[in-house]
Each structure stands twice: as C-alpha cells, then as structure tokens.
C-alpha cells in the first residue's frame, strides 16, 4: 500500500509541473516565432515585486482526489472504506488544487516604462530578468502579448 501512496504523489508531481507556463520576458510561444512584432523604446520609470497566481487546472483536483480516494480506501473495511475513499478523494481534492496553486505560483515584476513619445504604461512579467529605475528598455509587442527586455 505505500507503495501505491508514493506512486500515486509521483504522478501528482508530473501533472503538476506540466501544468507550469511561463510568463517570462524571455519565454515564447511556438506561436510566436516567425511573427512580426512591433517595437518601443522607453526607460524605467519603477519596478514593484508582485505575484503571479499559480494555474487552477482540472489536474490538480483530479490527481488529489485520486491519491486522497486510494489513501481513504485504506481505512476501514467494507462500508466504512468506502465512507472514508469518498471522503479521501474530496480532501485530496481540495488539497490538490491548493497545491498545484502553491506549487506554479510565481514571483514578478511590474515594470513601469516611460515610453520615448511620453507616454508610460505598466507590464507585469516574470522576475527572471533584473530591471530598475532608470534602465533604457525595449518593449516588444504582438497580438496583445507584451514583454520588458534590456
């Protein structure tokens, strides 16, 4: 039955790292490549660390409720086994969905940029790449996607 158990949060482990995106400056999409992005200049105005909400996929709350349903299937016997595999699978659940949450949350930046033609906007990205006031930076745009680089 351990055996099970340790399995069971190994292939909770897989399903959650798959679950991660990128929201880094540096990070594109298939998508993206080989299309025309448009380009501005501008030099930091300030840069404020935020959060980056973790994923709320399906994967969490389903791999949860598996190892929770296993786990509680392991108590008791007959229709007490029962009782405690459904209550299992809802806890495992809940705690599934809070880990996958925890687990792809990140640390960001929210770069405020003053625009060469005056104007100043706010990008939030990943903190993967150090930025501060006063930095000459580059902001690249396509189709509504938006990213601060040197």
């Given at each position: 039955m351990k055996t099970t158990r340790l399995l069971a949060v190994g292939?909770?482990?897989?399903?959650?790292?798959?679950?991660?995106?990128?929201?880094?400056?540096?990070?594109y999409s298939r998508d993206d490549a080989r299309k025309v992005q448009t380009v501005r200049?501008?030099?930091?105005?300030?840069?404020?660390?935020v959060k980056l909400?973790?994923?709320k996929s399906p994967v969490g709350t389903i791999a949860g409720g598996a190892v929770g349903g296993i786990a509680g299937s392991s108590i008791g016997g007959g229709?007490?086994?029962?009782i405690a595999a459904?209550?299992?699978?809802?806890?495992?659940?809940?705690a599934g969905s809070a880990v996958e949450e925890?687990?792809?949350r990140k640390d960001?930046?929210?770069?405020?940029v003053k625009l060469d033609g005056g104007a100043l906007i706010a990008i939030v990205?990943?903190?993967d790449e150090e930025f501060k006031a006063g930095d000459k930076v580059r902001l690249v745009e396509n189709g509504g996607t938006s990213r601060v680089t040197h």
């Open positions: 292939i909770l482990s897989v399903f959650l790292a798959a679950c991660a995106s990128s929201n880094s400056g540096s990070v200049t501008g030099v930091v105005e300030s840069v404020r660390l909400e973790g994923t229709r007490g086994s029962a459904v209550i299992g699978a809802v806890a495992g659940g809940l925890g687990v792809t960001a930046y929210e770069i405020t990205q990943e903190a």
